[in-house]
């Protein structure tokens, strides 16, 4: 019993020194990577400067040179990205302009045929000076010949709309 004791406290105490290690080399990590992240976002943060115009004084011919690149680079991108924009927008408008234009072929059709079409004049009532409609209803009535429709015409009265209707 007294072996299985000394057994387990030389396990725990080798498991102990080794987690003491671990924590030692994480926490080693940690700082190392911190310091790392931490003159990673000064260099971010210095470009970022230099980009907008700050701070290039201390800057040497190559970096200034870099720079110029940069910039250029960006600038021929921003230049597509409007071109692409551009373009797109103008080809939406010519589409609309061709839709716009058959629209008005077809009125124009439509007007052509309804100005070959005879018009008749209204009729004006004589007395009241207001146009006159001669209205027909005609329910499951066939023809039989001009007898019924004289008869219809006859028996309708003539129905007067006022002229400030009809415009």
């Known amino acids: 019993m007294v072996m299985i004791l000394e057994r387990y406290e030389q396990q725990h105490s080798n498991t102990e020194r080794e987690l003491n290690e671990t924590n030692h080399l994480s926490e080693e990590c940690w700082t190392l990577g911190h310091a790392k992240l931490k003159d990673r976002i000064d260099l971010l943060q210095r470009n970022q400067r230099n980009l907008m115009g700050e701070d290039i004084d201390s ?93 219809q015409r006859q028996s309708q009265p003539l129905t007067v709309i006022p002229y400030w209707m009809l415009q």
Request: net charge positive; proline share 4%.
């Open 59 to 151: 800057l040497n011919l190559k970096e200034l040179h870099n720079l110029e690149q940069q910039l250029e680079t960006a600038l021929r991108r921003l230049r597509l990205k409007k071109n692409r924009f551009m373009l797109d927008s103008v080809s939406e408008i010519q589409k609309k302009e061709k839709a716009l234009q058959d629209q008005n072929s077809l009125l124009l059709k439509k007007i052509k045929g309804k100005e070959k079409e005879p018009v008749e004049p209204p009729l004006v009532d004589q007395q009241t000076q207001q146009y006159v409609v001669p209205f027909q209803l005609n329910l499951g009535e066939t023809y039989q010949g001009g007898e019924i429709e004289e008869r």
